[in-house]
């Protein structure tokens, strides 16, 4: 007994007639490029393409297979296709203010061309700095330095000896740095000789020596000064070789952008940077002046 509301095979079967058919084969038809009923979801898409204001967002929601995605990449393709092609933007590293980003805007394509250039010469520059601060010429400049400083204290400490032989003392260097030295007979006290003074002969070597420090601390502070001399000439000196050489491999890129002021003021803080953190790219232990 047939139950109701069935149906027969022939009944769910749909026929086609070939005749009815104005071609041979589907490549001769242009594919479907609408969203078969969805004409709202269609009109809400167009109208937010359209929009030129910042600040809206276009949300697409739908049943997997449905060919959403699809539609959407074809749609925005077309509109896309009438607008001038947007710039490239890259956040760069703001080495003077770390919470504040540049923002850099490049022709088309023209971002992931700079960022490459950049990793490249980065990497060049570590080596490169490397290699000139462990060089000869940068070693017999800093020699050159080092020679001028200790030939100036050398000066110093004999004006300070010859004021120190007055009192009975003698200046050397130690662990501590310059110190006095009592003298006995025209020659430095060994311990021994100067636990076995006398109380009298303490005294005065105390008073002698509160004397000399009063008439030697311009000397001490042209000392410190010759000190600070040297160290601000080797800082210098560093600083004149790292910026040199960090200016050196950015000049072609300088060229290139020379229109740009966002690059060129990046390229300027980043020789900056250098500069300040040689360090991290020399490889070596600063000697101590002495």
């Known amino acids: ?39 709202r979801a269609i ?13 809206y967002n276009i949300y697409v929601a739908g049943n997997w297979g449905t060919g959403r995605n699809s539609y959407v990449r074809l749609l925005t393709e077309k509109v896309a296709a009438k607008r001038a092609i947007p710039k490239d933007w890259i956040y760069a590293n703001n080495f003077k203010n770390f919470r504040n980003p540049l923002s850099i805007g490049f022709e088309p394509g023209e971002g992931k061309v700079f960022i490459k250039s950049m990793e490249f010469i980065i990497d060049f520059l570590r ?5 000139v601060f462990s060089g000869k010429d940068y070693e017999n400049a800093k020699s050159a330095i080092l020679t001028d ?20 003392f003698r200046f050397g260097q130690n662990e501590r740095g310059l ?26 070597l105390k008073e002698n020596s509160g004397k000399l420090s009063i008439e ?11 000190e600070e001399n ?7 000196l560093d600083e004149s070789m790292g910026r040199r050489i960090a200016s050196f491999h ?20 980043l020789v900056d940077d250098v500069v300040e953190n040689l360090d991290k790219f020399k490889n070596e232990e600063e000697p101590e002046a002495k």
């Open 216 to 226: 030697t601390a311009d000397i001490f502070n042209q000392l410190r000064n010759e």
């Open 149 to 168: 400083y200790s030939n100036q204290t050398q000066c110093i400490i004999e004006d300070l000896n010859d004021i120190g032989e007055k009192y009975g």
């Open 1 to 39: 007994m047939k139950k109701p509301y069935e149906l027969s095979p022939e009944q769910l079967t749909s026929q086609c007639e070939e005749a009815c058919l104005k071609f041979e084969t589907t490549k001769e038809i242009e594919p479907l490029s609408g969203f078969m009923g969805q004409d």
């Open 127 to 131: 080596k490169e700095i490397e290699s």
């Open 250 to 269: 950015l000049m072609n890129l300088r060229e290139k952008y020379a229109d740009h002021s966002a690059v060129i003021t990046y390229l300027d803080y």
């Open 230 to 236: 040297y160290r601000t000439r080797i800082t210098e």
């Open 179 to 204: 110190v006095s030295i009592p003298l006995k007979n025209g020659s430095p006290m060994t311990e021994e000789e100067y636990k076995s003074i006398t109380d009298e002969e303490y005294e005065m």
């Open 43 to 55: 009109e809400a898409l167009e109208f937010g393409l359209n929009m030129k204001r910042r600040g």
